[in-house]
Nanobody
Framework: EVQVVESGGNLVQTGGSLRLSCATAGFAFDDYAIGWFRQAPGKEREGVSCINIRSGGTFYIDSVKGRFTISSDDAKTTVYLQMNDLKPEDTAVYSC????????????????WGQGTQVTVTS
């Protein structure tokens, strides 16, 4: 059974830090890419970061570069998103997704999605 489960969301003040976890099971972790997405109230879901497990390649959207770091623990088949210097605009439900990358892509498409974890940043 495939499992993709996020944890680590919380309420934090501006400038604070959180580490989100995406625990996975049931697929060949090394052959997949894991992406983090977020959706704020009234806004569309946006991709935040991704990591190709085999190559180690990573991607970040501009608004989180230098503040967020994605990493993987292959032994635990878990991907982390370390979020530092959090801002109110980072408030959203964060979800992770797993998928076998297309031939010429580093990440995506995604086949398996988690339920999400809430991150709230207060000013």
């Amino acid at each position: 059974e495939v499992q993709v489960v996020e944890s680590g969301g919380n309420l934090v003040q501006t400038g604070g830090s959180l580490r989100l976890s995406c625990a996975t099971a049931g697929f060949a972790f090394d052959d997949y890419a894991i992406g983090w997405f977020r959706q704020a109230p009234g806004k569309e879901r946006e991709g935040v970061s991704c990591i190709n497990i085999r190559s180690g390649g990573t991607f970040y959207i501009d608004s989180v570069k230098g503040r967020f770091t994605i990493s993987s623990d292959d032994a635990k088949t878990t991907v982390y998103l370390q979020m530092n210097d959090l801002k109110p605009e980072d408030t959203a439900v964060y979800s992770c997704a797993a998928g076998r990358p297309d031939r010429h892509a580093m990440c995506g498409p995604y086949a398996y999605w988690g339920q999400g974890t809430q991150v709230t940043v207060t000013s």
